[in-house]
């Protein structure tokens, strides 16, 4: 069973700049890459970024580019989400999920997280 657990989150004015981690313990050898989803009150889940474990791929939605990275540390298993230049409509609950293949959908992603609060004041 696979666990994913997310820290970082909280309050920052816009502009400011977070860093999110996501650990994963348990039986991950069978998940090819980690997302990162952030998901707003009234609105369905957005896809932000995927890593893959072992093939050093990542993904970002148009959005975030030139602002967020995704990295990974596989000795610890875990994921970081490096938020810069954070803007109001931002805010979300930022949730980490694995998936067993390359993929941007939330569909396609078996494992989630609780999810970390990122509240961005104007």
């Known amino acids: 069973q696979v666990q994913l657990v997310e820290s970082g989150g909280g309050l920052v004015q816009s502009g400011g700049s977070l860093r999110l981690s996501c650990a994963a313990s348990?039986?991950?050898?069978?998940?090819?890459?980690i997302g990162w989803f952030r998901q707003a009150p009234g609105k369905e889940r957005e896809f932000v970024a995927a890593?893959?474990?072992?093939?050093?791929?990542?993904y970002y939605t148009d959005s975030v580019k030139g602002r967020f990275t995704i990295s990974r540390d596989n000795a610890k298993n875990t994921v970081y989400l490096q938020m810069n230049s954070l803007k109001p409509e931002e805010t979300a609950v930022y949730i980490c999920?694995?998936?067993?293949?390359?993929?941007?959908?939330?569909?396609?992603?078996?494992?989630w997280g609780q999810g970390t609060q990122v509240t961005v004041s104007s």
């Open positions: 999920a694995a998936a067993g293949g390359w993929t941007t959908n939330p569909r396609n992603y078996n494992y």
């Open positions: 890593i893959s474990w072992s093939g050093s791929s990542t």
């Open positions: 348990g039986e991950t050898l069978d998940y090819y890459a």
